[in-house]
C-alpha cells in the first residue's frame, strides 16, 4: 500500500476506494477507528469462519466495541461484545471458538502484547 499525505490527511487508493486517514474525523478516518476495526474485522471474520466449520447456525451477528485508555491516552484494552442470535446455540462452545478466533486473527495476535482483547458475549 502507498500512503500520500494531502494537506491534513493520508490518503491511499485501495481496491474498494480512496482511504483517507487524519486526526480530525470530518477528514478521515481516526488512526483509532481503523485499528479497532482491523481488530473486529478479524475477529469476526475468524468467528464466522468456526462457527460454519462446526455448522453452527445464527440469524445475525453484532459486534460492539468499548476501548479503554490510560493517563497516557494509549489504548489499554478492547472490548468485543459479540452479541448472536439464533436457536440452539451454547454459550460454552461459543466463547471457546471467540478465544479460538483471537489465534487465527493476525490482528489480536499483533497488539496481544499491548492491548487487552477481552471477549464479552450476548446471546439473544
Not at 478479524?42 to 466495541?65: G, H, N, P, R, W
Not at 471458538?97 to 489465534?103: D, G, T, V
Not at 487465527?104 to 439473544?124: R, Y
Request: aromatic share 8%; charged share 30%; glycine share 4%.
Amino acid at each position: 500500500m502507498q500512503f500520500t499525505w494531502k494537506e491534513n490527511h493520508m490518503e491511499s487508493d485501495l481496491e474498494f476506494g480512496k482511504l483517507k486517514i487524519s486526526d480530525n474525523n470530518q477528514e478521515g478516518f481516526l488512526p483509532e477507528q481503523l485499528l479497532i476495526s482491523s481488530i473486529a474485522g478479524c475477529s469476526a471474520y475468524f468467528f464466522d469462519i468456526i462457527l460454519k466449520k462446526q455448522k453452527v447456525e445464527f440469524d445475525y451477528l453484532v459486534l460492539e466495541t468499548e476501548v479503554k485508555r490510560d493517563s497516557n491516552n494509549k489504548i489499554e484494552k478492547i472490548l468485543l461484545n459479540f452479541i448472536i442470535e439464533g436457536g440452539n446455540l451454547n454459550e460454552e462452545k461459543l466463547l471457546k471458538n471467540l478465544k479460538l478466533s483471537h489465534k487465527h486473527c493476525g490482528m489480536v495476535q499483533s497488539v496481544k502484547d499491548s492491548i487487552i482483547i477481552e471477549d464479552q458475549l450476548t446471546i439473544k
